[in-house]
T-cell receptor, first 110, second 113 residues
């Protein structure tokens, strides 16, 4: 069974303090790894898709990387508006469903 | 391009009742997936429809069902509601589902009393 584990569960940063969020996964036949951002009371917002080990993608202060066992979401010089829950999900084999981790709640203090 | 829309946004029901939720995907998207989100279990896959056919199903009881129409709009139904069905129900659409990105709607918040 596909498994996704995210750590830490919660992270509090000072504005400008860079850090990384971890997503480790166990799947058979990874087709894609997805990062989403979710604000309270809203649906997840798509951020990145990574398909193969070694791949990296960037968007503003965010950079996602992928290895054969885990993915990192690096946040450089975060701002208070980056506060949200960040979700990692995998799609594997012939199945199109997404298997999600429990998410990491990021809080950035001004 | 308009995003995924879900109606209603909020629902309050009592145990034993049934409920129908609606989802309109992004124009051109043929795959619609449904997820249940709770604080304890996180996001869990319910089922996926593609071209009016259920293509995948998660580990939920038969009280949870769905369908897709020819215009790709989808509905999910929950019969004989239980307290534990209280959750945020999210719909996601994608071009084909494999392995394209899925784009989520705002969700329907269901409260069962």
């Amino acid at each position: 069974e596909d498994q996704v584990t995210q750590s830490p569960e919660a992270l509090r940063l000072q504005e400008g303090e860079s850090s990384s969020l971890n997503c480790s996964y166990t799947v058979s036949g990874l087709r894609g790894l997805f990062w989403y951002r979710q604000d309270p009371g809203k649906g997840p917002e798509f951020l990145f898709t990574l398909y193969s080990a070694g791949e990296e993608k960037e968007k503003e202060r965010l950079k996602a990387t992928l290895t054969k066992k885990e993915s990192f979401l690096h946040i450089t010089a975060p701002k208070p508006e980056d506060s949200a829950t960040y979700l990692c999900a995998v799609q594997a084999g012939a199945n199109s469903k997404l298997t999600f981790g429990k998410g990491i709640t990021l809080s950035v203090r001004p | 391009k308009a995003g995924v829309t879900q109606t209603p946004r909020y629902l309050i029901k009592t145990r034993g009742q049934q409920v129908t939720l609606s989802c309109s995907p992004i124009s051109g998207h043929r795959s619609v997936s449904w997820y249940q989100q709770t604080p304890g279990q996180g996001l869990q896959f319910l089922f996926e429809y593609f071209s009016e056919t259920q293509r995948n199903k998660g580990n939920f009881p038969g009280r949870f069902s769905g369908r897709q129409f020819s215009n790709s709009r989808s509905e999910m139904n929950v019969s004989t509601l239980e307290l534990g069905d209280s959750a945020l129900y999210l719909c996601a659409s994608s071009l084909t589902g494999r392995p394209h990105e899925q784009f989520f709607g705002p969700g329907t918040r269901l409260t069962v009393l």
